[in-house]
């Protein structure tokens, strides 16, 4: 009996490996893909026959956009293009306002400080709140709401608009041959304005091993924290020499180039993890694309400045507040002839060296874990060794104070890598951590970004050393 049971076992496991054999081969994203145009050929048809439009121009202006801006051969210039002009809009128009705002504070302060000598406050308390918490807060206020003001509500239009969908069409040949999902783009695009909300914008990945690798990798496109250190070391010491509208032109170019490189690491470490810790294979989705309609213009500038500016500022400024006191604290406190500040400083000198960097730059990094907008007060205050947060207003000013600490356009270049590359903020930590609910994955998302800067620098330091380069 078992003699004749077993050759029919036999075949039909033969039979059954034969047809998922068979549908695995159907089931690859072309079949999917040619299924999903067919229904909407037949669809479309159907409609031609039954439906009749008063407006078809309108109806197939969509069409005719697609055939552009999805295009494989001009889809993707279009969409740097785009890019760029964000930036380039950004940088120009942030300036002025930027600078009004750094006087309206620095007039502030003056009051406040007649206030404190009217009620004969000690020195260390007027260093503390004004001198350590007024002008870290007033720091992060000037240098983040007018970048933000200009790219939330661009980025806003764009996505009413119907773009952004598109951005994800392009985009999807790229992550998905990374180990990804097509979806990651628009949570890498977020990520430009506020990597902490993007980590939250990862629920819209279905997956949870390419919802990881969105997690992971976010961080490696600069948020709003980190455009004020990226544009003003670009156009200090990259855009040098160049006058007039081409500085700005330079720096924006320049800018472009780092947010580039960062979506080269994103998808290179995306691969590498989607074929290490996370691999898998990436699953396919069908992206419809929306028609493109009218944004309402004063309505998604005001959502966009109550929603995103105004909420990522408030953050901004909560973690802002200790991590000015705690510098304060660090550069007024002796230890022998130097400050508690110098001593770490001068612990962190050598390691920092090889990396292009110096001691100041890596504890400005540190202590700027809360917030990456404090980082450059935080130097400042660490070169000038006043013990307070200071505010430069002239760039020429600003510029000397780097040179005399020994500053290269290296220098200049590994500092932008490394804010670039670096560990997520401190509030984009707690988010990993309350989406992931894993010690380890936080602290992945820590470390992965840490290393890679750290060798990226490294490399770049020791290679144009080696050249005669600086």
Request: hydrophobic share 50%; aromatic share 10%.
């Amino acid at each position: 009996m078992a003699q004749s049971i077993d050759p029919l076992i036999q075949s039909k496991h033969n039979q059954l490996d034969s047809l998922i054999a068979r549908s695995r081969q159907l089931g690859d994203s072309s079949a999917r893909d040619d299924i999903v145009a067919r229904v909407y050929q037949t669809t479309r048809a159907i409609c031609e026959d039954v439906v009749h439009y008063q407006d078809e121009e309108r109806l197939f202006r969509t069409e005719k956009l697609d055939r552009v801006l999805t295009s494989p051969i001009w889809g993707y210039p279009i969409m740097l293009a785009m890019l760029g002009v964000i930036f380039w809009l950004t940088i120009a128009g942030a300036n002025a306002p930027s600078e009004m705002l750094a006087q309206l504070f620095s007039w502030l302060e003056g009051y406040l400080t007649l206030a404190f000598q009217a009620v004969h406050a000690p020195d260390w308390l007027h260093g503390l709140l004004v001198l350590g918490l007024y002008r870290g807060i007033s720091w992060v206020v000037s240098v983040m709401l007018p970048p933000m003001a200009i790219f939330f509500p661009i980025f806003g239009l764009l996505e009413n608009f119907g773009y952004l969908p598109r951005v994800a069409f392009n985009m999807d040949r790229l992550f998905k041959g990374s180990g990804g999902h097509g979806k990651q783009s628009l949570t890498m695009a977020m990520g430009f304005g506020c990597n902490a909300a993007a980590i939250l914008s990862t629920r819209i990945i279905e997956s949870p091993r390419e919802r990881m690798l969105a997690i992971l990798t976010n961080n490696f496109v600069p948020c709003n924290g980190r455009w004020p250190t990226l544009i003003l070391l670009s156009s200090l010491f990259m855009a040098a020499g160049v006058a007039g509208g081409m500085q700005t032109f330079v720096t924006a170019a320049v800018v472009m180039g780092m947010v580039l490189f960062g979506i080269v690491v994103t998808l290179t470490v995306s691969w590498a993890l989607s074929k290490t810790a996370l691999r898998g294979v990436p699953t396919h989705y069908t992206l419809e694309l929306p028609p493109y309609r009218r944004p309402k213009f004063w309505n998604t500038i005001l959502r966009a400045t109550l929603d995103k500016s105004l909420y990522v500022l408030k953050r901004a400024v909560i973690v802002a507040a200790p991590a000015g006191v705690i510098t304060w604290i660090l550069a007024n406190i002796s230890a022998g002839d130097m400050s508690i500040l110098e001593h770490i400083v001068a612990f962190l000198d050598p390691f920092a060296q090889a990396l292009g960097l110096d001691g100041y730059i890596l504890i400005a990094f540190i202590l700027g874990l809360p917030a990456n907008e404090i980082v450059l007060p935080i130097l400042l205050m660490g070169y000038l060794s006043t013990g307070a947060m200071i505010e430069v207003e002239d760039m020429a000013a600003l510029k000397q104070i780097f040179l005399d600490h020994g500053w290269t356009w290296l220098t200049a270049l590994n500092m932008m890598l490394f804010s670039l590359l670096h560990y997520p903020c401190g509030t984009t930590l707690i988010n990993i951590y309350k989406e992931t609910k894993s010690p380890k994955w936080t602290f992945l998302s820590f470390a992965i970004p840490t290393g890679i800067a750290i060798g990226v620098t490294f490399i770049v330091a020791q290679t144009v050393r080696a050249l005669g380069l600086v």
